[in-house]
């Protein structure tokens, strides 16, 4: 047993919620796609100052927990 799946067990929690709550916190928004878009073209020569100072900023993964992933972290293999 993995403290994860202590965790989980102790608290009453359903992975399916931290599959759903993980989508919903990591997925990508409009604003993370702006900032994406903004590391793009702040790497050319005529990007302008706006640009480079949005794209100092940093955009969440998109990459939720997976099914797979969670269970796989629940019985301590490597993730």
């Known amino acids: 047993m993995?403290?994860?799946s202590t965790v989980l067990e102790k608290s009453k929690?359903?992975?399916?919620r931290v599959?759903?709550?993980?989508?919903?916190?990591e997925g990508l928004r409009p604003e993370d796609r702006r900032?994406?878009?903004a590391r793009k073209l702040a790497k050319k020569p005529e990007a302008k100052d706006d640009v480079k100072e949005l794209a100092a900023?940093?955009?969440r993964?998109?990459?939720?927990?997976s099914p797979p992933t969670l269970a796989a972290a629940k019985k301590k293999k490597k993730v």
């Open 57 to 59: 900023k940093k955009p």
């Open 13 to 16: 929690i359903d992975p399916r």
């Open 2 to 4: 993995s403290k994860l």
């Open 19 to 25: 599959i759903a709550a993980s989508k919903k916190i």
């Open 35 to 37: 900032v994406k878009m």
């Open 61 to 65: 993964s998109g990459r939720a927990v």
